[in-house]
């Protein structure tokens, strides 16, 4: 039991240790760290100890970790409306951030019960299914799959979908969202997901599940985007006081 104290003090002194160069900026946002080998060296410690302090750092997004590269400094976290709801990109650019996007595919499927029950569609109609990867200052931050009814929008397959998929609505379709339903949810990473963001399976995330609709109620689309844990700073004001 003594050991086991001891070793969690250990840890948590190297995490005090590490925030506060951070805090300082002796490790810049967003700069890889120096490896777990020299950072043990240097503090005296044992890889193991030190990881589980870079765990820590990273549960309360200070540190992030990319596959096969190592552990990076986190950036300022984005601030995340949930009043407004503007589009990704407005929103990066608004607080000074690059964003970028990546279009993995774009294919037609049957949609499930689950899925019908959500678009209000019929179980077995053809939808497309859109799949995103979506950067914050080239850093991979969140995987995006969209659903929409293939019969709505044809020929969505052939615009551009690396921009904003409500612009391509509006212009295209004529179709505006006025309102959606939101929901937040604490996720871990699949495997397929977490390899295109270059984290490892498992991972802590935050999924944002969005079904926005136009201003006779109907359905657009169903917006789910899988967010890594650092990257998001949730923000609402109520609208009164209790």
């Given at each position: 039991?003594?050991?086991n104290?001891?070793?969690?003090?250990?840890?948590?002194?190297?995490?005090?240790?590490?925030?506060?160069?951070?805090?300082?900026?002796?490790?810049?946002?967003?700069?890889?760290l120096p490896s777990?080998?020299e950072?043990?060296?240097?503090?005296k410690?044992?890889?193991?100890?030190?990881?589980?302090?870079?765990?820590?750092?990273?549960?309360?997004?200070?540190?992030?970790?990319?596959?096969?590269?190592?552990?990076?400094?986190s950036g300022?976290?984005?601030?995340f409306?949930?009043?407004k709801d503007?589009?990704?990109?407005?929103?990066?650019?608004?607080?000074?951030?690059?964003?970028?996007?990546?279009?993995i595919?774009?294919?037609?499927?049957?949609?499930?019960?689950?899925?019908?029950?959500?678009?209000?569609?019929a179980?077995?109609?053809?939808?497309?299914?859109i799949?995103?990867?979506?950067?914050?200052?080239q850093?991979?931050?969140?995987?995006?799959?969209?659903?929409?009814?293939?019969?709505?929008?044809?020929?969505?397959?052939?615009?551009?979908?690396?921009g904003?998929?409500?612009v391509v609505?509006?212009?295209?379709?004529?179709?505006?969202?006025?309102?959606?339903?939101?929901?937040?949810t604490?996720?871990?990473?699949?495997?397929l997901?977490?390899k295109?963001?270059?984290?490892?399976?498992?991972?802590?995330?935050?999924?944002?599940?969005?079904?926005?609709?136009?201003?006779?109620?109907?359905?657009?689309?169903?917006?789910?985007?899988?967010?890594?844990?650092?990257?998001?700073?949730?923000?609402?004001?109520?609208?009164?006081?209790?």
């Amino acid at each position: 039991m003594e050991k086991n104290t001891k070793n969690r003090r250990t840890y948590l002194i190297l995490r005090d240790i590490l925030a506060e160069r951070i805090a300082q900026g002796s490790y810049a946002e967003n700069e890889k760290l120096p490896s777990e080998r020299e950072l043990a060296n240097e503090l005296k410690t044992t890889r193991l100890t030190l990881r589980d302090a870079l765990f820590q750092l990273e549960i309360e997004g200070q540190v992030f970790r990319m596959d096969r590269r190592g552990w990076y400094v986190s950036g300022k976290r984005l601030s995340f409306n949930l009043n407004k709801d503007i589009g990704f990109m407005t929103n990066l650019r608004e607080q000074g951030q690059e964003p970028g996007t990546e279009l993995i595919f774009c294919e037609e499927e049957l949609a499930s019960s689950m899925l019908a029950k959500v678009l209000k569609i019929a179980k077995g109609t053809v939808v497309y299914h859109i799949q995103r990867k979506r950067t914050i200052n080239q850093r991979p931050v969140l995987i995006e799959d969209i659903y929409l009814d293939a019969n709505r929008y044809p020929g969505l397959q052939h615009t551009n979908l690396s921009g904003s998929v409500s612009v391509v609505l509006t212009d295209i379709y004529a179709i505006n969202v006025k309102y959606a339903d939101i929901q937040i949810t604490p996720i871990a990473f699949n495997e397929l997901h977490a390899k295109s963001l270059q984290v490892s399976p498992g991972t802590p995330g935050t999924l944002i599940s969005r079904i926005s609709y136009d201003g006779n109620d109907n359905v657009v689309q169903l917006d789910q985007e899988y967010w890594l844990s650092d990257v998001l700073r949730l923000d609402v004001r109520t609208s009164e006081k209790f």
